[in-house]
Nanobody, 123 residues
């Protein structure tokens, strides 16, 4: 199993970024996929998840209305579109696969995640 995130960087407040996660080594379409983030000195925070076909997503209240999750199953790729970014969104962002492939939400057991991509929101 391999998950490789990309697309992070330094952005000004109210800016946008789109993160990508390229998945390989497993049947991508069989899994709900998740984004989590971790800010310095804090524990992991669930950002959101998306179902197998990409028709339903669930987003944390802290980013609802600003972040959107999508997936392209033909490309085995997961996305996180982040708009109206705030300094408190600064974190390392990871895509992750759950232990139980249908599960999602805070506290979900995750068995694989990528190396992460850093997002820094600062003026």
């Amino acid at each position: 199993v391999r998950l490789v995130e990309s697309g992070g960087g330094l952005v000004q407040p109210e800016g946008s970024l789109r993160l990508s996660c390229a998945a390989s080594g497993f049947t991508f379409t069989n899994y709900v996929m998740t984004w989590v983030r971790q800010a310095p000195g804090k524990g992991p925070e669930w950002v959101g998840s998306i179902n197998y076909g990409g028709t339903t997503s669930w987003i944390a209240d802290s980013v609802k209305g600003r972040f959107t999750i999508s997936r392209d199953n033909a490309k085995n790729t997961l996305y996180l579109q982040m708009n109206s970014l705030k300094p408190e969104d600064t974190a390392q962002y990871y895509c992750a696969r759950p232990v139980l492939r249908w599960t999602w939400g805070p506290g979900t057991d995750l068995d694989y995640r990528g190396q992460g991509t850093q997002v820094t929101v600062s003026s």
